[in-house]
């Protein structure tokens, strides 16, 4: 039986999967709090991260390791490059760092040397989460998301990514693709837009649309684990 574990951004999304979760079994390991236990009958290791890579990463390394997780979900906000629009549901094809330069060793720019130029999220299971999404009539788009250890509030902090098309830009799914992938896992990361880079009032929509977000974050969570086999 597949062990999902979850990874959560934000509190108000992991209070309300708490909530749902049955048997709940409390496990601190290296700072990091889990919560494992059974979700619509699929067992699940639940963990707030924390921002960063880092912490995406260390929090991805112990649900693999110490809890045998088979399959990583993480799901959050993220600012958006038009044309995607706020409220927009990002399903991630594939994932990069946008803060990450060997292009003097002959790398791409974003690839980290002796891993692929980006993170693919396996196939299959792209083709199980859209025809949930369908069967659910949720709208997506299925985007590029791209990491990095910075709240960007200006597309000229991404002069060096390629945004044709628009993709999300966040803090933490790029590392956690990456961590899942060395240890031969699969993964999926869900972003919701929050805000859009550049625009005027950007800061206050990320403000204004967060708790919202995370609380349609944990909803669409809740029925991906209902629905899958």
Same mark, same amino acid.
């Given at each position: 039986m597949v062990k999902i574990g979850i990874i959560c951004a934000m509190k108000p999304e992991m209070d309300i999967l708490l909530n749902a979760t049955k048997e709940t079994k409390k496990v601190k390991l290296l700072g990091v709090t889990f919560y494992e236990g059974e979700i619509m009958n699929q067992r699940v290791v639940l963990s707030l991260c924390g921002v960063g890579k880092v912490n995406a990463a260390i929090a991805t390394t112990l649900l693999i390791s110490s809890f045998s997780c088979t399959l990583i979900l993480n799901s959050g906000i993220a600012g958006g490059i038009s044309p995607l629009k706020k409220r927009d549901s990002v399903i991630a094809s594939s994932l990069m760092y946008h803060d990450f330069d060997a292009t003097i060793f002959g790398y791409e720019y974003g690839q980290v040397p002796s891993m692929p130029k980006e993170f693919m999220v396996n196939p299959d299971l792209l083709v199980l989460v859209k025809s949930i999404f369908n069967r659910l009539k949720l709208p997506y788009v299925c985007k590029k998301v791209y990491s990095g250890d910075q709240f960007v509030s200006s597309i000229d902090k991404l002069d060096k990514v390629n945004l044709e098309g628009g993709v =999300?830009?966040?803090?933490?799914?790029? =590392?956690? =693709?990456?961590?899942?992938?060395?240890?031969?896992? %699969?993964?999926?990361?869900?972003?919701?837009?929050?805000?859009?880079?550049?625009?005027?009032?950007?800061?206050? %929509?990320?403000?204004?649309?967060?708790?919202?977000?995370?609380?349609?974050? =944990?909803?669409?969570?809740?029925?991906?684990?209902?629905?899958?086999?």
């Open positions: =999300a830009i966040e803090m933490e799914g790029a =590392a956690i =693709a990456h961590t899942a992938i060395r240890a031969g896992v %699969d993964f999926l990361v869900l972003r919701y837009i929050s805000d859009i880079i550049g625009e005027e009032n950007q800061e206050e %929509d990320y403000l204004k649309f967060e708790r919202e977000m995370s609380e349609r974050s =944990a909803w669409v969570t809740l029925k991906l684990l209902e629905n899958m086999e």
